[in-house]
């Protein structure tokens, strides 16, 4: 049996970038900690935008260019990325197509028994690699640290923790949460 850890977009944009909250500031120690404690496979995911990105359907919904690749925005934040063991899964979109790939290899070699979601934003990637991760692993235990995550808003964070909840998604630490 084996557990994973993934951390999503724990980028310099998100937290005190183009799109940075004091939310998403106040997290990255317990992010760091829950990493460095974890027992089992750590997955980074790095949101990735073109320069094009203002032509793109989200550019259009969310006129903010972040996360343009190869920027300082798109880095992981210097106090995690010496704790990134292999290469971040570079998503284009809110949910990384590629990750539930990698979930199925990784529980068709060892069952994979929890997934474990932290990171940024609560109410857009976590959310939606979350559900993506219940779909490809319907048995494993899914699992969301809220006190790792912080959405666009407190507001936004605390909807999404319980429209989580109700997809048998277990929420964690939501008393320690930035809700």
Not at 104 to 117: G, I, P
Request: hydrophobic share 40%; net charge negative; with cysteine.
């Amino acid at each position: 049996m084996q557990n994973i850890l993934i951390v999503v977009d724990m980028q310099n944009d998100f937290i005190d970038g183009a799109l940075g909250t004091k939310e998403a500031e106040a997290i990255v120690p317990g992010v760091k900690q829950k990493i460095e404690r974890f027992q089992g496979r750590v997955i980074f995911t790095r949101d990735t935008h073109g320069e094009n990105y203002m032509n793109t359907q989200e550019g259009q919904k969310l006129p903010v260019p972040h996360c343009i690749k190869g920027t300082q925005g798109w880095q992981i934040s210097p106090e995690l990325a010496s704790l990134c063991q292999d290469t971040p899964v570079d998503k284009v979109t809110f949910g990384a197509s590629e990750l539930g790939d990698i979930l199925k290899e990784a529980d068709q070699r060892e069952t994979v028994e929890s997934v474990t979601l932290i990171g940024l934003c609560t109410d857009i990637c976590v959310i939606s690699n979350a559900l993506l991760a219940k779909a490809f692993l319907p048995e494993a235990k899914i699992v969301v640290d809220a006190s790792c995550c912080a959405g666009v808003t407190p507001e936004s964070h605390k909807n999404a923790l319980e429209a989580m909840k109700v997809c048998q998604i277990e929420v964690e630490n939501e008393q320690n949460g930035m809700a």
